[in-house]
């Protein structure tokens, strides 16, 4: 089932938009004159800083996979059609289960 793209490429816009102008080259300098590397700026920095995007993205990430396993549900009316995950959801029981090999 192939359904017109959902705007995934659009998720990422805000975390680019966040971190181009969150972080002052004077900020990261003086960490850089105080000896830390780059790896401890990103962690000590960066990281905290970016949080809330962070789990923004995660929120956004999770609706979108929540949506790609109900929309087949929903839509679809013939159990045949059904996507893998679907198929999974659906109880066996011994008078539909067909067990083929």
């Not at 359904?3 to 816009?13: I, Q, S, T, W, Y």
């Not at 979108?64 to 159990?79: A, E, R, S, Y």
Request: proline fraction near 7%; charge should be positive; charged fraction near 20%.
């Amino acid at each position: 089932m192939i359904v017109p793209g959902d705007g995934e490429h659009l998720r990422h816009l805000p975390g680019r938009a966040s971190t181009r102008c969150r972080f002052p080259t004077s900020c990261l300098e003086a960490a850089r004159i105080d000896g830390a590397s780059e790896f401890r700026i990103f962690r000590a920095i960066v990281v905290p800083a970016l949080k809330p995007i962070i789990v923004t993205l995660a929120v956004f990430t999770l609706l979108g996979t929540w949506n790609d396993f109900m929309w087949p549900l929903i839509v679809l009316t013939d159990k045949d059609l059904y996507t893998l995950a679907g198929r999974a959801r659906q109880p066996c029981r011994a008078s539909t289960c067909r067990i083929t090999s």
